[in-house]
């Protein structure tokens, strides 16, 4: 299922892009159509939403995309009532094949499964599981005794909303040490990655590299060919990790844990700041 959810989304993303090129360059010589200008209005939300994405403005989008959905559904009325739709059947072909492609992104792609890792649920011990420190050094789970943490599991550089998490919990990194709170970030991504990563910030996050899914695999956390195809030329391996954040106490005891069934969603950093100064504070005494 994976593998075809890596193909799925650069074909996606090639379709929109192509669809908004093909557009752009008709309307250049000539009005749009009620197809055509129904194709537009398909491609350029879906488009957006990328972009939007990328440009790192929140980790988190609504579940179901409530208006993006609502465009889609205005641009495929638009191609379906066109009467010219029997001499050119492209605006049709290209408007159910943006339309169908954006339901499977949200309902389907973006849906990590149901998740229930008995494991990782808050009251647990954390399990024990060993990682490599960006100094070539070996880490163990015991480690993060003495103090409390949260923990990241990303997924990659790649990830557009693993990065904004990332910025998002750094940018509130002095609210969180005020509460003696560390942060730890986990990836089986490669440790040149990581670094590259690390460098980008200048706040003294922990980052971890999950060497060989050591950890993934203890947690159940692997998702086998989760990186989109094509992202292995770049340096990335086929799979990844199913994003998760869990906040321990100093005793090693799990005291939130966010297991999140869809990529898109993520907890807020206010959230992350209220459960520490609830859940430690009553379990740290």
């Known amino acids: 299922m994976n593998k075809a959810k ?3 989304i650069v074909f996606f993303l090639l379709l929109l892009n192509l669809t908004l090129l093909h557009v752009a360059t008709l309307s250049w010589h000539s009005p749009l159509g009620a197809g055509w200008m129904g194709v537009f209005i398909l491609a350029l939300p879906n488009f957006y939403l990328f972009v ?3 440009m790192g403005r929140r980790a988190r989008t609504s579940r179901n995309l409530h208006l993006l959905m609502a465009t889609n559904l205005m641009g495929i009325a638009l191609v379906l009532t066109d009467p ?3 001499t050119n059947p492209w605006p049709l072909i290209l408007g159910n094949l943006i339309f169908f492609s954006s339901i499977a992104y949200i309902f389907w792609y973006s849906h990590l499964g149901e998740r229930s890792n008995s494991q990782l649920n808050e009251g647990e011990k954390l399990p024990a599981f060993e990682l490599k420190t960006l100094d070539g050094g070996r880490f163990s789970s015991d480690q993060f005794k003495g103090s409390s943490w949260i923990l990241i599991f990303y997924r990659g550089n790649w990830c557009p909303m693993c990065m904004t998490q990332i910025r998002e919990v750094a940018g509130r990194y002095i609210d969180l040490d005020r ?5 730890g970030l986990i990836s089986p991504q490669p440790e040149t990655k990581t670094r590259d990563l690390a460098q980008r910030f200048k706040v003294p996050m922990t980052f971890f590299v999950d060497a ?3 950890a993934s695999k203890k947690l159940n956390l692997v998702a086998e060919d989760g990186v989109p195809f094509g992202l292995k030329w770049f340096g990335h391996g086929k799979d990844t990790v199913l994003p998760t954040v869990l906040i321990i106490n100093r005793h090693g005891r799990i005291v939130y844990s966010d297991q999140t069934s869809n990529y898109r969603v993520r907890p807020e950093p206010e959230q992350f700041l209220e459960l520490a100064r609830q ?3 009553s379990t740290e005494a």
């Open 6 to 8: 890596s193909l799925f």
């Open 52 to 54: 939007w994405m990328f």
């Open 84 to 86: 010219a739709m029997e």
């Open 179 to 183: 509460l003696g709170v560390k942060v």
């Open 212 to 214: 060989d899914f050591k």
């Open 279 to 281: 859940k430690l504070a």
